[in-house]
């Protein structure tokens, strides 16, 4: 019975499904009109889930985080009961925004324009001369404009719309996926944000197909196979995607398949000898997976037993809908997200972040994108303008193209996209965002057909 249980371990994951995808015009002006700009936060950001705050960093009652969205400035506060709740950062008083800086503790939050004190639940408990209102008193009448919000996977979500559906509804098939890895229990251990000269999108698109890994991320054919063919690409109703992209053996785009470091570093990290593997490169990957299940919960990682085969070696990449992207591993959760300037189409704002499983007794350092950092160190949150200093070699490689997208999108040479099949995630993430501006979604799920794939094409 135990070995009938556990065989779904050695099964790849089922695909999702793949929507109808017509042909879908996706122009330059998208990235650089105000008006489409416009558009795009009156009737799509402010109707969907969006990950902001983490959960672990609001302990106590009274700790709360700030993330602006756009034009808006959003408060996630930690509840007597436990709960968190979300509030518009703005009193209700004459508008000033209640609080500058990130996070913090309160026991009221007090406006410093002139006093008007709010608890964490968001309402009035103080005025100023509160006798000389001819409406009456406001405290207890007036409160904190209230968001919807729930929390998942360690993530505090919240929904500018009132009517809002389950975040879990919305997640669809990511939520059952995400719920396989310990991503609550993980400790951030690289972030970077950094204010980028382009549209929001134009990071997006990029995180939403791997054609453009032979090019610009050359190093990744050390230990990802970058063939679209061996890649499988997942929709679904919901507006989502994901990528599946095998690991723990040379591409063939190396000669030979030529072992490199980082994968003999770690062949020899689970007791692998690269030498051993010679002319047999392509059975690197199961012997990892082996020894990894063999391995790992005596050394602590015991969420393994959690997870396939294949999610011990390879990288599963979600696009969450809008503007969340993340290459999930056993190991790791890399958190990739874009947020759209206040007023200018062609900045925005972008995260890249790493959180790190914290297996019992491991002290090895975290290898994360920018490199390795010490198990247990405390990560600075540096904000940063493109160019300033590397985010990491793969994130540096991202946004030197993307800035210069940006500015071949202003081109009146600019016709068009022309997407090959392993693209298709692109247009279908822009038909969603149309679909969000014409009025049909959040209403219902569209375009959707249940026919699964292997790749793109």
């Known amino acids: 019975m135990a070995r009938e249980q556990q065989s779904w371990r050695h099964e790849p994951a089922p695909p999702w499904q793949r929507p109808a995808i017509g042909k879908h015009p996706i122009p330059g002006h998208r990235y650089t009109s105000r008006e489409f700009f416009e558009r795009e936060f009156e009737h799509m950001w402010t109707k969907v889930w969006l990950l902001l705050g983490r959960e672990s960093e609001l302990p106590n009652p009274g700790d709360w985080q700030m993330e602006e969205v756009g034009p808006e400035s959003i408060l996630m506060v930690r509840q007597a009961d436990g709960r968190i709740r979300a509030f ?11 609080v500058a800086s990130a996070q913090g503790h309160v026991r009221r939050f007090v406006c410093k324009y002139h006093g008007w004190a709010f608890l964490p639940d968001g309402v009035l408990d103080f005025a100023q001369d509160a006798e000389d209102f001819p409406d009456g008193n406001p405290c207890g ?4 404009k209230e968001i919807p919000c729930e929390t998942f996977a360690g993530f505090v979500w919240v929904n500018m719309d ?71 690409f997942d929709m679904c109703a919901e507006g989502h995607s994901r990528m599946i992209m095998h690991a723990g053996y040379p591409a063939r785009s190396l000669s030979g398949r030529k072992l490199r470091e980082p994968l003999m570093a770690l062949m020899q990290e689970w007791d692998l000898d690269p030498e051993a593997f010679v002319g047999r490169e392509r059975e690197i990957r199961p012997a990892l997976q082996q020894q990894k299940r063999k391995l790992g919960p005596a050394r602590g990682y015991t969420h393994y037993d959690n997870l396939r085969d294949e999610q011990l070696t390879d990288f599963y990449h979600y696009t969450v809908f809008p503007n969340f992207a993340v290459s999930v591993t056993a190991d ?20 890249n972040w790493f959180y790190a499983t914290e297996p019992a007794g491991d002290t090895a350092p975290v290898m994360t994108p920018a490199g390795p950092v010490a198990r247990g160190a405390r990560v600075e949150h540096v904000v940063l303008d493109y160019g300033d200093r590397s985010v990491g070699v793969g994130m540096d490689q991202d946004l030197s193209i993307v800035t210069g997208q940006q500015l071949g999108f202003r081109s009146r040479g600019f016709e068009g996209v022309y997407l090959s099949g392993q693209e298709a995630r692109v247009r279908r993430y822009h038909e969603v ?23 793109a094409t």
């Open 88 to 98: 518009y950062n703005v009193c209700q008083h004459r508008g000033n925004r209640l």
């Open 141 to 144: 009448k007036v409160r904190l």
């Open 162 to 232: 009132p009517h809002a559906g389950s975040l879990r509804d919305y997640l669809g098939p990511i939520w059952d996926d995400w719920s396989m890895y310990p991503v609550a229990d993980m400790q951030r251990y690289l972030a970077y944000t950094v204010r980028v000269p382009c549209n929001w999108k134009v990071i997006q698109d990029n995180f939403n197909e791997s054609y453009h890994l032979r090019a610009v991320h050359p190093q990744a054919s050390v230990t990802i196979e970058e063939g679209y063919r061996d890649t499988q």
């Open 332 to 351: 790791g959760f890399h958190f990739l997200r874009t947020r759209p300037h206040p007023t200018d189409p062609e900045q925005c704002i972008f995260d």
């Open 433 to 455: 965002i149309d679909e969000y501006l014409d009025g049909t979604r959040p209403h219902g799920r569209l375009n959707a057909r249940t026919v699964p794939i292997r790749s």
